[in-house]
T-cell receptor, first 115, second 112 residues
Framework: DAGVTQSPTHLIKTRGQQVTLRCSPKSGHDTVSWYQQALGQGPQFIFQYYEEEERQRGNFPDRFSGHQFPNYSSELNVNALLLGDSALYLC??????????????FGPGTRLTVL | AQSVTQLDSHVSVSEGTPVLLRCNYSSSYSPSLFWYVQHPNKGLQLLLKYTSAATLVKGINGFEAEFKKSETSFHLTKPSAHMSDAAEYFCVVSHSGYALNFGKGTSLLVTP
């Protein structure tokens, strides 16, 4: 059973550029959440997608947007990159209908460096 | 609002001695509480989870945590530390399947 997968593993961009990160959830999971983990910090919630709709959003600007596809995979898009966007971006998946809806399983992350 | 406070940013123990990582939570609702571990250059792994069943929760790799409502605490313990336990540990609170709110993390160092 494949776990949560993310691509790419590493990415280097320059300020002002745009980036797209991808996530495939764990088999059978229908909900995808994205987190940003700055160096030395705990992950911060960006947003969560369910049924192709944004279900909840954290305190992130509109430069951060997302999408969920019918197969439950998801993309995170960041426009107009800033140096402060450099971080590890984590995707987590869960099953909304499960009694254990809070249990989120994380992928290995995408390391984004903005120069 | 839900939040957690990890009381120690760094904990150092000797191999074979007990581990205690402290976490206090704040929640207006009956929370779900978790401990996740993050090894260097690896993803987050769920250690254990509390969801209002038994207050003593057993997790993987010999870790356990006790939910104490009167103290609003959810401390993580292990009777005997192993070198492979060295990692970053995060206490996390959630409600009804929405956002996970992470603490700032506790770095566990295990010395020979």
């Amino acid at each position: 059973d494949a776990g949560v997968t993310q691509s790419p593993t590493h990415l280097i961009k320059t300020r002002g550029q745009q980036v797209t990160l991808r996530c495939s959830p764990k088999s059978g999971h229908d909900t995808v959440s994205w987190y940003q983990q700055a160096l030395g910090q705990g992950p911060q919630f960006i947003f969560q997608y369910y049924e192709e709709e944004e279900r909840q959003r954290g305190n992130f600007p509109d430069r951060f947007s997302g999408h969920q596809f019918p197969n439950y995979s998801s993309e995170l898009n960041v426009n107009a990159l800033l140096l402060g966007d450099s971080a590890l971006y984590l995707c987590a998946s869960s099953l909304l209908a499960s009694p254990a809806t809070d249990t989120q399983y994380f992928g290995p992350g995408t390391r984004l460096t903005v120069l | 609002a839900q939040s957690v406070t990890q009381l120690d940013s760094h904990v150092s123990v000797s191999e074979g001695t007990p581990v205690l990582l402290r976490c206090n939570y704040s929640s207006s609702y009956s929370p779900s509480l978790f401990w996740y571990v993050q090894h260097p250059n690896k993803g987050l792994q769920l250690l254990l989870k509390y969801t209002s069943a038994a207050t003593l929760v057993k997790g993987i790799n010999g870790f356990e945590a006790e939910f104490k409502k009167s103290e609003t605490s959810f401390h993580l313990t292990k009777p005997s530390a192993h070198m492979s336990d060295a990692a970053e540990y995060f206490c996390v609170v959630s409600h009804s399947g929405y956002a996970l709110n992470f603490g700032k993390g506790t770095s566990l160092l295990v010395t020979p």
